[in-house]
């Protein structure tokens, strides 16, 4: 059900790959609550991934884009404004990617030139784009920016790796910018902490199911869904939080807040087999 929260706003949606992606039900709710928006990705998401499926049910163009590359960056703002006509009011940052995770590289045997890759791809790609942004006047007064985090940024989870500090990067670029773009063009900028969901960059950290599970044992309203973090994604970027900006806003059911829940303590003895090395050692890595 459409309240027309997004009517007349423009938008740019960084990070759609395919239904599973939080962005890609972020820019389905955004049209339906009247907005009109480009879509963004790398040549190489658009080709493999089915955001041209997208773009054509939701009559709106696909710009690709490394959002680590300024120029290409400048490309999607430029182009944005002249398809849907004027400044835009909103730009979801939904980016995120470690290859030190995807070849099971430990936190204490990380590659670091892996390493200044997802640094740069999931947290001063927010920072790029912002600056962009600032810089070329793209964002219309009282318009919202947002990026995606996860509570790691904070807190200290297994297997979630080198994209902790991707996370914290990426909260402090929203609160140094955040003070800027206000101050100056009274431009809001905040990040969502979402519960951990099962899309396709999310799905490569080790032992994601079970982290699911357990937050889900461990937040009083379970859980939340992607569909349900496109809805908190559509009120950051209407009128209604006009003044709400610099903050990390934790949408997790109650996860953050919790220290052990019945559910969860239920199950605390359950065996740690799955995560014991050949001598019977726990693997903490």
């Known amino acids: 059900m459409s309240n027309n929260l997004l009517k007349g706003k423009r938008g740019v949606i960084f990070g759609a ?146 994209m902790a500090d991707a996370k914290a990067l990426l909260e402090s670029i929203a609160r140094s910018f955040g003070y800027i773009y206000g101050r100056e063009k009274n431009v809001r900028v905040n990040t969502i902490s979402q519960s951990p969901t099962p899309t396709t960059a999310g799905s490569g950290v080790k032992g994601m199911d079970k982290l699911m599970d357990f937050s889900n044992r461990m937040s009083p309203l379970g859980n939340a869904s992607a569909d349900e973090c496109a809805d908190y994604c559509i009120i950051m970027f209407s009128d209604l939080t006009r003044k709400v900006t610099m903050q990390n806003l934790f949408h997790d059911g109650g996860f953050s807040s919790v220290g052990m829940s019945l559910r969860a303590m239920a199950t605390y003895e359950k065996g740690l087999e799955d995560y014991m090395d050949e001598n019977g050692n726990i693997i903490y890595g």
């Open 17 to 162: 790959l395919n239904e599973q992606s939080i962005a890609w039900k972020v820019a389905v709710r955004a049209v339906e609550e009247g907005a009109t928006i480009t879509l963004s990705n790398t040549p190489m998401a658009i080709r493999m991934g089915e955001v041209n499926a997208l773009a054509e049910q939701l009559n709106c163009e696909v710009i690709p884009a490394d959002a680590t590359n300024v120029e290409e960056l400048e490309n999607v703002f430029k182009r944005s404004m002249e398809v849907l006509g004027g400044k835009v009011d909103f730009v979801l940052h939904s980016i995120g990617m470690s290859p030190n995770v995807r070849k099971k590289r430990t936190y204490d045997d990380l590659d670091y030139g892996m390493l200044e890759k997802t640094l740069d791809i999931s947290a001063v790609s927010f920072h790029k784009v912002i600056q962009v942004a600032k810089k070329m006047d793209a964002v219309a007064e009282y318009g919202s920016i947002l990026a995606l985090s996860y509570v790691a940024a904070q807190r200290t989870f297994f297997g979630y790796n080198d």
